[in-house]
Nanobody, 120 residues
């Protein structure tokens, strides 16, 4: 019912910036919560930032003040502006969406991921 495709990953130097995009296809894209998660090798997948259909945002402590999540409902696109990147930010970043009010895994939709590499 929902398909997510990430883009914008790549290699950047520490202190640099990168903008990730996630194209969402499906009728639920504009009303669902959307977010970015990341997973580094050997580590669990953790939430980076989320945004509701009303524009309310939430960030992991590690990225507050550096990352900005936004969405364009008219384009069904989610963005993550990543500034002041650190080597610790290197990971595969995944786009996610789920209905408002639940984070049950059976209702979670995921993109294929996009690699972000930060050199020091």
């Amino acid at each position: 019912q929902v398909q997510l495709v990430e883009s914008g990953g790549g290699l950047v130097q520490a202190g640099g910036s990168l903008r990730l995009s996630c194209a969402c296809s499906g009728s639920m894209c504009t009303i669902n919560v959307m977010g970015w998660y990341r997973q580094a090798p050997g580590k669990q997948r953790d939430v980076v930032a989320r945004i509701t259909n009303k524009g309310v945002t939430d960030y992991a402590d590690s990225v507050k003040g550096r990352f900005t999540i936004s969405r364009d409902n008219a384009k069904n696109t989610l963005y993550l502006q990543m500034n002041s990147l650190k080597p610790e930010d290197a990971a595969v970043y995944y786009c996610n969406t789920h209905p408002t009010g639940t984070t049950d895994a059976r209702y979670m939709y995921w993109g294929q991921g996009t690699q972000v590499t930060v050199s020091s």
